[in-house]
């Protein structure tokens, strides 16, 4: 059983679409990150989030992190097929100084 | 500025084999990682080495052995390799923030074993 679960799994939208993918927990954690990966690739970082209710915007993807501190989501306005990639959200707990991935969500964004 | 390093890239094993899969980063952080991915489940942590000398288990290190040879060096060691075991790997590392609220960890391309 994964930590963090995303929903969905799997996403399939055209382009000028906006959408919202979710990690979710019943886990504390003492920050939150997403991550963008390509095919072929190692994960690259996005954001970073570390207070509770903390919302941040990166041009047209906002992220949010929930108050509790156990979920996360990911916005996207506008879908470029540029978007297209796996997203991974990544929680950190400071006991045992480890971070635990998301489920994934590829997301495909056609012309 | 090569960031995260890893070879092989791709290999090929039988099962019973083993190998050592490299990683090296000149980014000067204390933390590296090591992870697998696969379908469906995102990244898991097999290993991790907070600093130079020490290593730590993760989520799933049944069948591995790493060894953090300096600060630059976290290999990643599989004595017998299973089909199980055939997965993408990533290394990863991170420098630590000073009130250990967040890592940012940064990846190399990853090594695609496959084992028969």
């Known amino acids: 059983t994964q930590l963090l679960e995303q929903s969905p799994q799997f996403l399939s939208i055209q382009e000028g679409e906006n959408l919202t993918v979710y990690c979710n927990s019943s886990?504390?954690?003492?920050?939150l990150q997403w991550y963008r990966q390509e095919p072929g690739e190692g994960p690259v970082l996005l954001v970073t989030?570390?207070?509770?209710?903390e919302v941040k915007k990166l041009k047209r993807l906002t992220f949010q992190f929930g108050d509790a501190r156990k979920d996360s989501s990911l916005h996207i306005t506008a879908a470029q097929p540029g978007d297209t990639g796996l997203y991974l959200c990544?929680?950190?707990?400071?006991?045992?100084?480890?971070?635990?991935f998301g489920t994934g969500t590829s997301l495909t964004v056609i012309p | 500025n090569a960031g995260v390093t890893q070879t092989p890239k791709f290999q090929v094993l039988k099962t019973g084999q083993s190998m050592t899969l490299q990683c090296a980063q000149d980014?000067?952080?204390?933390?590296m990682y090591w992870y697998r991915q696969d379908p469906g489940m995102g990244l898991r942590l097999i290993y991790y080495?907070?600093?130079?000398?020490?290593?730590d288990k993760g989520e799933v290190p049944n069948g591995y052995n790493v060894s953090r040879l300096n600060k630059r060096e976290f290999s990643l060691r599989l004595e017998s390799a299973a089909p199980s075991q055939t997965s993408v790997y990533f290394c990863?590392?991170?420098?630590?923030?000073?009130?250990?609220?967040?890592?940012?960890?940064?990846f190399g391309p990853g090594t695609r074993l496959t084992v028969l």
């Open positions: 990863a590392s991170s420098e630590e923030s000073s009130w250990g609220y967040y890592n940012e960890q940064f």
């Open positions: 886990s504390v954690f003492s920050s």
């Open positions: 989030v570390v207070t509770g209710g």
């Open positions: 990544a929680g950190f707990m400071n006991t045992g100084n480890q971070f635990y």
């Open positions: 980014m000067n952080h204390n933390s």
């Open positions: 080495s907070a600093s130079e000398g020490t290593t």
